[in-house]
């Protein structure tokens, strides 16, 4: 059964904590994004990978971090210079033919994030 | 029933009716578009999409139309179904952006049974 998968679905984080949100692909998919939704709202986008070992920043990259050590996994670390992380954490995955990378992500199912 | 997109974030249509959701995209130069559908706490779904060398482009149920001279998008839904309620976005690519794509804020679409 192949496809995205994130956990936990739902994470809380103390102040002043770094957290970790998981995603992983078996899709065999070259690139990963890291989006963040809050509600009512569209998409916006922290980091991506094309290629492992590589990232690029996003839109709102400040106070996120990732690492891209395995094709199939791309982690995202919350750090506490995130001052407002509530948020639904939402992670993409696209195909790269002939070299380029496929515009069409696919998502997985989403991470909630919430400050106690 | 017919949505504006970002300046008309509901829509609220009858189930059997057919559904227009609207998407003003912002940049000319874009060259790829995708419609997602996202349910309640889910992740979004790909429901079509559409290169800028066409005009319409057919699904099971759904048609994208895209409209270059005025930067419109819509996404058409035939007999909708309860099935079918759920927030829908639409998405452009510029020509010089890789992969990355820019999301609109979305659109709400209700089926009244």
């Known amino acids: ?116 | 029933g017919e949505s504006v997109g970002l300046h008309l974030p509901t829509l609220s249509v009858q189930e059997g009716d057919n559904s227009i959701i609207n998407c003003a995209y912002s940049n000319s130069a874009s060259d790829y578009f995708i419609w997602y559908k996202q349910e309640s706490g889910k992740g979004p779904q790909f429901i079509i999409d559409i290169r800028s060398n066409m005009d319409k482009r057919q699904g099971q149920r759904v048609t994208v139309l895209l409209n270059k001279t005025v930067k419109h998008l819509s996404l058409q839904i035939a007999a909708t179904q309860p099935g079918d309620s759920a927030v829908y976005f639409c998405a452009e690519k510029f020509e010089t952006s890789g992969s990355r794509l820019t999301f609109g804020e979305g659109t709400q679409l209700t089926v009244n049974p």
């Not at chain 1, 569209?42 to 839109?59: H, P, T, W």
């Not at chain 1, 995202?76 to 515009?103: H, M, R």
């Open chain 1, 1 to 116: 059964d192949g496809g995205i998968t994130q956990s936990p679905k739902y994470l809380f984080r103390k102040e002043g904590q770094n957290v970790t949100l998981s995603c992983e692909q078996n899709l065999n998919h070259d690139a990963m994004y890291w989006y963040r939704q809050d509600p009512g709202q569209g998409l916006r986008l922290i980091y991506y990978s094309q290629i492992v070992n590589d990232f690029q920043k996003g839109d709102i990259a400040e106070g996120y971090s990732v690492s891209r050590e395995k094709k199939e996994s791309f982690p995202l670390t919350v750090t506490s210079a995130q001052k407002n992380p509530t948020a639904f954490y939402l992670c993409a995955s696209s195909i790269a033919l002939g070299g380029t990378v496929q515009e069409t992500q696919y998502f997985g199912p989403g991470t909630r994030l919430l400050v106690l």
